[in-house]
């Protein structure tokens, strides 16, 4: 079964507002998730590594004021795309380890992903 | 993100053969590798992992990892037209954060 849940599935929004999107682990807890964004036709890009209870860490090139990241709990990570402009509109997908920040080695899993649409 | 590379294809193989997935990595301490599915409109979902140089099988699907070339492959034995889908190479760079990048993705169509 799923075990990192990821809402909204889908979200439109106008030109200027922000959306926030929530990735959960379930049944474990991870003190590092990651935020990748996914344009049509092209792979998953990297963007930040949320922290628990510290700042995330972003990518050579992502906006950090654009990009909010909460890590607030074990459990929980959210992602706010302030001030939505069309250009942002993408598949956002959160990630993390089952066995919480242990092994740096293993994989992956993902959730569901989110399909932002920005009017 | 150019450190892991793949050939971009499209790939169309007949219900039955092999499919041969290929993939370069730039960073040489890479020590972790993976091979992820993903079907349109949907999020990766994990084949295989392969850590170590040689081969690694689990059911239809082969990893094979080369550190000294860089190189990973992915094979599909008995392709079936279910297996069309888009297959990720991804790495972990030498980092203590763990943090995973993706090639750009094959895109597999098995024909019945």
């Known amino acids: 079964g799923a075990v990192v849940s990821q809402h909204p599935s889908r979200v439109i929004c106008k030109s200027g507002t922000s959306v926030k999107i929530e990735c959960r682990s379930l049944?474990?807890?991870?003190?590092?998730m990651f935020w990748y964004r996914q344009f049509p036709k092209q792979s998953l890009m990297l963007m930040a590594t949320?922290?628990?209870?510290?700042?995330?860490?972003?990518e050579q090139g992502v906006e950090k004021d654009k990009f909010l990241i909460n890590h607030a709990s074990l459990t929980l990570s959210t992602l706010t795309v302030t001030s939505a402009h069309p250009e942002d509109s993408s598949f956002y997908i959160c990630?993390?380890?089952?066995?919480?920040?242990?092994?740096?080695?293993?994989?992956?899993?993902f959730g569901n992903g989110t399909r932002l649409t920005v009017t | 993100q150019k450190e892991v590379e793949q050939n971009s294809g499209p790939l169309s193989v007949p219900e039955g053969a092999i499919a041969s997935l290929n993939c370069t990595y730039s960073?040489?301490?890479?020590?972790?590798f993976f091979w992820y599915r993903q079907y349109s409109g949907k999020s990766p979902e994990l084949i295989m992992s392969?850590?170590?140089?040689g081969d690694k099988e689990d059911g239809r699907f082969t990893a094979q990892l080369n550190k000294a070339s860089q190189y990973v492959s992915l094979l599909i034995r008995d392709s079936q037209p279910s297996d069309s889908a888009t297959y990720l190479c991804?790495?972990?760079?030498?980092?203590?954060?763990?943090?995973?990048?993706f090639g750009r993705g094959t895109q597999l169509t098995v024909w019945p």
């Open positions: 960073d040489r301490v890479s020590q972790s």
């Open positions: 392969i850590y170590s140089n």
């Open positions: 949320s922290n628990e209870g510290s700042k995330a860490t972003y």
């Open positions: 049944d474990f807890q991870a003190t590092t």
């Open positions: 991804a790495v972990i760079r030498g980092s203590t954060l763990g943090r995973l990048y």
């Open positions: 990630s993390a380890r089952r066995g919480g920040g242990g092994n740096p080695n293993s994989p992956l899993h």
